[in-house]
């Protein structure tokens, strides 16, 4: 009988353990960590996000001088024209106003704002040297170089607006027509859906 009475007393005691290692401050602990991070997770998808800054409409296709492209180095209000950002990649100037974070005045690529960027983004330079304030034709660069370049453009045409050439000492501008304008602009808006 004293057997029976201590098997009936082991379940008592296994549940109350079970019980009291649950109620244990370290598990309540972990417990309600968990329920404020699954809640974080949860919620934070919830919320509306911010509103955006307005952006500046397109801009129509042109060509630029080097010395024209200086003018569109951000320094200006971000939400105006003076306040565009420009910078030329392997002859091809693009519109990345919406990078200002990067290419703005205070952003890490900031130098290349309003000039050609095709030397420093082949060399992995952002120092003044790889900046030229007249027109540089990149032929003392080595094939990497010049690989590294057309990377760049690659990814500076998926995802910034492309409005105009980079202008070679006597070359004359381009007249664009306003169906290519259109159609940029198109492209421009499946651009912004996808950012």
Not at 27 to 54: A, E, H, W
Not at 72 to 81: I, K, L, S, V
Not at 150 to 156: I, P, S
Not at 165 to 172: D, T
């Amino acid at each position: 009988m004293a057997d029976g009475v201590e098997s009936e007393a082991a379940p008592e005691s296994g549940e109350g353990g079970l019980l009291a290692e649950l109620l244990s401050p370290i598990n309540l602990f972990l417990i309600f960590l968990c329920l404020y991070l699954l809640y974080k997770i949860v919620g934070g998808r919830c919320q509306p996000s911010p509103p955006s800054k307005p952006r500046l409409p397109p801009m129509k296709k042109r060509d630029f001088s080097p010395q024209e492209l200086q003018k569109f180095d951000g320094r200006g209000e971000p939400e105006t024209e003076e306040g565009r950002i420009l910078i030329a990649v392997n002859g091809k100037v693009f519109d990345v106003s919406r990078g200002r974070a990067f290419y703005g005045p205070e952003g890490p690529y900031g130098i290349f704002a309003g000039r050609d960027a095709s030397r420093g983004l082949g060399t992995f330079s952002v120092d003044k040297e790889a900046i030229r304030d007249e027109y540089d034709d990149l032929s003392d660069l080595n094939a990497m170089q010049w690989e590294s370049i057309r990377e760049w453009e690659q990814q500076f045409q998926e995802k910034y607006d492309y409005v105009g050439r980079l202008l070679k000492p006597g070359e004359e501008p381009h007249d664009y027509t306003d169906e290519e304008d259109v159609k940029e602009a198109e492209q421009s808006k499946e651009r912004t859906k996808d950012d």
